[in-house]
């Protein structure tokens, strides 16, 4: 079928979770609704790290800094550097995660969306709508 229903049986991502009564589709729709649910909150705590490895790291040439290593001694700009680049790495692999993670899920509530079944569609807007609703205000948290 090509084309949404309203039904209580379909397959869904694998062969072993196929639904074949009302209760199943709900609890169905429900784990999928927390998916794109945490789908959404992955994608804005990715926005919240960026803004906080950018914030975090120094600009590298700008005239306090300058200032600052010429009177900094040659150890310590080294141990900064050092902890400078280390956190940095540290964010890297965190986004890369964060990333891998929400390309995952969102490949997964994609290819539930497939299964042309009404019930999981809504549950992926609903689930979509929550999760952005429950996971903007962190971007204004500190």
């Known amino acids: ?5 309203f039904s209580d049986k379909v397959v869904l991502l694998f062969d072993f979770w196929n639904v074949h009564s009302p209760a199943g589709m709900v609890l169905s729709v429900v784990v999928i609704l927390l998916l794109a649910a ?3 909150v992955i994608k804005v705590t990715k ?9 975090s790291v120094p600009t590298s040439i700008s005239q ?5 290593r010429d009177r900094a001694s040659v ?9 400078t680049q280390k956190r940095w790495f540290l964010y890297h692999v965190s986004q890369t995660l964060l ?3 929400q390309v995952v899920i969102g490949y997964l509530v994609m290819l539930a969306v497939m299964s042309y079944n009404t ?14 609703y429950v996971a903007y205000p962190m971007l204004n948290m500190r």
């Open 99 to 101: 990333h891998v993670i």
């Open 47 to 55: 926005g919240k790290l960026l803004h906080r490895t950018v914030s």
């Open 1 to 5: 079928m090509m084309y949404f229903v």
């Open 75 to 83: 150890n310590s700009e080294q141990d900064q550097q050092n902890s």
């Open 38 to 40: 945490l789908y959404e």
């Open 119 to 132: 019930w999981i569609f809504l549950g992926v807007i609903v689930g979509s709508t929550v999760g952005y």
């Open 64 to 68: 306090e800094s300058l200032a600052e």
